[in-house]
């Protein structure tokens, strides 16, 4: 708690409305604050999965994300944080009318060149050439402008998809859910020690796979598939596969195959994205200064 120099509120100055999704320790709440609807996560720590990262370590690490000083325009913001009753965090967030970044490629099939400038407008620093109307590829540099700003301060999401991802009402995109999201401090990598679940292995590395090893190299893995979802309009990778097919194929070093819309380029930073040799990967910086270039 006292990591977090944000807005910290009663416990009855939020209203839980409605529940939502549950995730890991987590439940997750459409709610009321300052007669605004926002959503609310209610951590329960004592759920928390103690062999995976201690609690408290876990919550630091979210603090330190949502730190007053990390504020940025593709990054969800966090408004508020409140205790309940029984000293679990709440961490009260802004809301999304258009939902996921999964749910509005899926809904949105056809987009204007008005909705394609919406999405880049402050995202790419003045560089994004304006007559680039690709509305995926203005979502992809959205994305990797905010993983450049969590690369650059250490923090590893671990959790990189399209559902991680938010369009707000003016469709910028953010990126969110960082529940487990850890910070590298000193180090360049984290090594948990709980193995990758089925519902996570879609977008894991081989090392995490393989070594439970997470890092910035693997969150740019992830970001190559979450490309490969956003082309594919919001199907699920490896959708029919089990874990141990998912596995066998990565060692293979076969890859999710091309979109049908995604361009050739794209697919090429795509699978520059999953070199199995972590080191051979781009950054997200290099990431973002070729996607400008398509």
């Not at 509005?104 to 999405?119: C, H, M, P, R, S």
């Amino acid at each position: 708690m006292d990591r977090y120099h944000g807005t910290k509120i009663e416990y009855k100055e939020v209203t839980l409305v409605k529940p939502r999704n549950k995730e890991g320790f987590c439940q997750n709440y459409v709610a009321q604050y300052n007669k605004k609807e926002v959503l609310a996560h209610v951590c329960d720590l004592s759920k928390a999965d103690k062999k995976a990262i201690p609690p408290v370590e876990q919550m630091r690490c979210l603090y330190s994300v949502v730190h007053f000083d990390f504020k940025h325009q593709n990054i969800v913001a966090v408004l508020a944080l409140s205790l309940d009753p029984k000293k679990n965090p709440i961490l009260v967030f802004e809301s999304s009318s258009n939902g996921t970044l999964n749910d509005y490629v899926k809904a949105n099939k056809e987009l204007t060149q008005k909705d394609f400038l919406a999405l880049c407008l402050s995202v790419c620093n003045g560089k994004w050439r304006e007559d680039c109307f690709q509305q995926d590829l203005i979502i992809m540099h959205t994305l990797s402008t905010g993983m450049i700003f969590l690369s650059q301060r250490g923090i590893v999401h671990r959790n990189l998809r399209a559902k991680s991802c938010t369009v707000d009402d003016s469709k910028i995109v953010k990126i969110g859910n960082f529940k487990m999201s850890q910070e590298l401090g000193n180090y360049d990598q984290f090594l948990c020690k709980v193995s990758v679940s089925r519902e996570q292995m879609p977008w894991a590395a081989p090392e995490t796979i393989a070594g439970n090893v997470s890092s910035v190299e693997s969150d740019v893995w992830s970001f190559g598939v979450l490309i490969w979802e956003v082309y594919s309009r919001g199907k699920e990778p490896y959708e029919s596969l089990s874990d141990v097919q998912i596995t066998t194929l990565l060692l293979d070093e076969e890859r999710l195959p091309k979109p049908k819309e995604c361009p050739d380029g794209l697919y090429a930073l795509m699978l520059d994205c999953w070199k199995t040799d972590s080191d051979q990967r781009p950054s997200f910086a290099i990431l973002g200064i070729n996607m400008q270039q398509l």
